[in-house]
């Protein structure tokens, strides 16, 4: 099972970028799955997270209203739109699929590798 990140790179304040993730090796059509953050010297955070089945979202505080999740089930991909981004979005994205508990903010099973997020000032 591998989940590849990917669509990172350096912006500047205000701007845009779209995160894609691409999971292989199963299906994930059944399973939740996740967007979480880690910056330098920083503990990893929650970002969002989409349902299966209602495909309900959820958000952290912090993006609610800039950044949106989606996901394409049938061709296994989930994505984060990141609108009006601001330098403290500057972290490493991690792309995660499958919850390990009922809870769409905790642990999850698989990770992808991480995606590179720079905003300057």
């Known amino acids: 099972v591998q989940l590849q990140a990917s669509g990172g790179g350096l912006v500047q304040a205000g701007g845009s970028l779209r995160l894609s993730c691409a999971a292989s090796?199963?299906?994930?059509?059944?399973?939740?799955m996740g967007w979480f953050r880690q910056a330098p010297g920083k503990e990893r955070e929650f970002i969002a997270a989409i349902s299966w089945r209602f495909l309900s979202t959820y958000y952290a505080d912090s993006v609610k209203g800039r950044f949106t999740i989606s996901r394409d089930s049938a061709k296994n991909m989930v994505y984060l739109q990141m609108n009006s981004l601001k330098p403290e979005d500057t972290a490493v994205y991690y792309c995660a699929a499958d919850r390990k508990t009922d809870s769409y903010y905790g642990d999850y099973k698989y990770w992808g590798q991480g995606t590179q997020v720079t905003v300057s000032s």
């Open positions: 090796g199963r299906s994930f059509s059944g399973s939740a």
